[in-house]
């Protein structure tokens, strides 16, 4: 007898390339909107101080199996260093919504920029400041580093609420150190 997954991975295999990546950046849309909606729930049931503290120890945990399954995918092992950390940020839920860029490229570190950040965009265009997302970053980000290599030390360049440029919401800078 055929499992509800048997029968729902047996749909997608039918579909096209196309159909295919439209399902992944909707399904992408939908985890992000429900992140929004979670904490939103919780910032009007305490504040907002408890929303993004509650959020910080969530991403924690989420940016250590979000970066082991890129790397099950990718079929890599941990300690590949910045080239791994780079290809799997290309791999990332919010790769496939927000313009994102790696400059500054060498073997031992590299500039991660958010070009363009669905959340923030929104916020701007609703006239809203920016979200202060910074405490919730340092955490995401050096984390997710941490489980490609062990070796990467993460630095925040600029992430709201500090003032950044229009040409980037967020900035990270990665080194290998050892």
Request: charged share 30%; hydrophobic share 45%.
């Amino acid at each position: 007898m055929k499992s509800d997954h048997d029968e729902g991975v047996a749909l997608l295999q039918k579909l096209s390339k196309e159909e295919l990546i439209a399902i992944i950046v909707d399904d992408a849309k939908n985890w992000l909107a429900h992140d929004g909606l979670w904490f939103q729930a919780v910032e009007q049931k305490f504040n907002i101080d408890t929303a993004i503290e509650i959020d910080t120890d969530a991403w924690e945990k989420f940016t250590v199996v979000e970066a082991k399954r890129i790397m099950a995918r990718l079929g890599m092992e941990q300690g590949g260093g910045i080239p791994a950390l780079v290809e799997c940020l290309k791999h990332r839920l919010y790769a496939r919504l927000n313009l994102q860029e790696a400059i500054e490229v060498t073997d031992t570190r590299f500039v991660f920029r958010m070009v363009d950040c669905r959340v923030q965009s929104a916020r701007k265009r609703k006239g809203l400041p920016d979200f202060p997302c910074k405490s919730v970053g340092l955490v995401e980000y050096a984390g997710f580093a941490r489980t490609i290599d062990p070796r990467i030390e993460t630095r925040c360049i600029a992430c709201p609420p500090d003032a950044h440029p229009d040409d980037f919401w967020c900035a990270w800078e990665f080194v290998l150190k050892g």
